[in-house]
């Protein structure tokens, strides 16, 4: 689940009160806007260029109920996004790279992460005449429905399937030894 830091100090900052302001609004509320604004960048601009973003947009992903091109004003206005560019044609979200651009960086630094270790997995096969289940017919591991059969979603945060678990298992055989002991717990 993503997040982004939010201080205590922007309840009074002089930003925070110049976009309440403007929109004629709380700071409560201003604050709840500034957040939906900030939520919406991280998977919609993670880079923090709004380069091709209309106010529209924007407006509409953070369910502003009055004229879309006030709200994207009173961003510009109180300083939380820049112009830039030639004839300042261009936005960005202000200090992005400071904020909300750290979790993008973990994000990315996290994918390169799992590509590695995914990676290192391909290369490791089960060695299934060390394993104490070689001896039996059973299969490795008992077969998991899909939470579609059982009348969930597909949700990808759901239950494993039994290629992710026999990946797991390799994983742990091979940082622990092919005679670990590894059950599965639902």
């Given at each position: 689940m993503a997040w982004t830091e939010s201080h205590q100090a922007l309840a009074t900052h002089r930003k925070m009160l110049d976009f309440a302001s403007e929109?004629?609004?709380?700071?409560?509320e201003a604050i709840g806007w500034l957040h939906l604004f900030?939520?919406?960048?991280?998977?919609?601009?993670?880079?923090?260029?709004?380069?091709?973003?209309?106010?529209?947009?924007?407006a509409t992903?953070?369910?502003?109920?009055?004229?879309?091109?006030?709200f994207l004003s009173a961003l510009i206005n109180a300083?939380?996004?820049?112009?830039?560019?030639?004839?300042?044609?261009?936005?960005?979200?202000?200090?992005?790279?400071?904020?909300?651009?750290?979790?993008?960086?973990?994000?990315?630094?996290?994918?390169?992460?799992?590509r590695r270790s995914r990676a290192a997995l391909d290369n490791t096969t089960l060695d299934k005449s060390r394993s104490d289940h070689s001896r039996s017919e059973k299969p490795l591991l008992p077969?998991?429905?899909?939470?579609?059969?059982?009348?969930?979603?597909?949700?990808?945060?759901?239950?494993?399937?039994?290629?992710?678990?026999?990946?797991?298992?390799?994983?742990?055989?091979?940082r622990f030894g092919k005679n670990a002991k590894v059950r599965r717990v639902r």
């Open positions: 929109l004629g609004i709380g700071r409560a900030w939520w919406w960048a991280l998977d919609n601009a993670p880079s923090g260029n709004l380069k091709g973003i209309k106010a529209q947009q924007i992903a953070v369910a502003w109920p009055n004229d879309s091109n006030s300083g939380f996004v820049d112009r830039c560019g030639r004839g300042a044609t261009g936005m960005r979200i202000h200090n992005w790279n400071k904020y909300g651009g750290k979790l993008c960086a973990a994000r990315d630094a996290h994918k390169q992460r799992m077969p998991t429905p899909s939470p579609a059969a059982c009348g969930g979603s597909d949700d990808p945060y759901g239950e494993p399937t039994d290629e992710e678990v026999a990946a797991t298992v390799a994983a742990v055989n091979k």
